[in-house]
């Protein structure tokens, strides 16, 4: 009885080690990947073809175990976790009021080549579809990035948000609410946007340009944009962020 405990006391503690480190999509591909192989080992050992069928067997269990168990052992050698992998994104969230109904607001953020005329790390965003456009940003010592967005809401008055597609240079997405502010004031803008650093050298050049795109230059980009819409001026600070 005593042995019988230890050993499930022994097996919690094994499964609590073999924590989960890949990802669900991973996980999926390797159970359908694994079951590819073992099958295709199944039918070199048919055609007695045993080196290969084996090699093809073993390389499909370690794959259909990844996937079922969510453990991947060299992912653990290298400290590398594709479950939690999105929480490493840089976010940012802020708000103004402007002095305007919400669908004039929502109006002039939605020709979205207005938007570097505000945001200061913005050098330009062209417009190349219907819901399509491609976006050029510049960073800390003139680096700089590109990418294709594709609008994902675009509610009039209401609510725009994108995100990136393809290679981008700095994956992100975004949000952006117009809502009436209390005591017919005007319209509450609140903004949010994350971006995702890859990994590698491109990944430390995003994360330096990601640097510069941080909660107080969102906050003095809005502040940039409500000047222009209530008073209709535009300051002429530099596009690059020091």
């Given at each position: 009885m005593e042995s019988s405990e230890t050993e499930r006391s022994q097996s919690r503690e094994w499964r609590r080690e073999k924590r989960v480190n890949v990802g669900p999509t991973e996980r999926k591909a390797s159970v359908i990947g694994g079951a590819a192989l073992a099958m295709s080992g199944l039918r070199c050992i048919s055609k007695q073809n045993y080196a290969s069928g084996l090699a093809m067997m073993l390389a499909g269990g370690m794959f259909l175990y990844r996937g079922q168990t969510g453990h991947?052992?060299?992912?653990?050698?290298?400290?590398?976790?594709t479950v939690?992998?999105?929480n490493s994104a840089l976010t940012i969230e802020k708000a103004v009021t402007i002095g305007l109904p919400p669908q004039e607001v929502y109006e002039f953020w939605r020709n979205l080549e207005n938007l570097p005329r505000f945001m200061r790390h913005l050098e330009s965003v062209q417009v190349t579809g219907v819901r399509t456009s491609h976006w050029k940003a510049v960073g800390p010592g003139g680096i700089s990035a590109e990418w294709d967005a594709e609008m994902m809401e675009d509610t009039p008055g209401q609510q725009i948000s994108w995100h990136s597609v393809g290679e981008a240079d700095v994956p992100n997405k975004g949000s952006v609410e117009f809502k009436e502010a209390p005591g017919h004031r005007g319209t509450e803008v609140k903004v949010t946007i994350d971006y995702y650093p890859p990994g590698g050298g491109a990944g430390r050049a995003a994360a330096k340009l990601a640097q510069g795109i941080n909660a107080q230059q969102l906050e003095e980009d809005l502040k940039r944009l409500k000047q222009i819409l209530e008073l209709g001026e535009e300051t002429t600070a530099r596009r690059t962020v020091d």
């Open positions: 991947c052992g060299i992912y653990d050698a290298m400290g590398v976790d939690h992998t999105r």
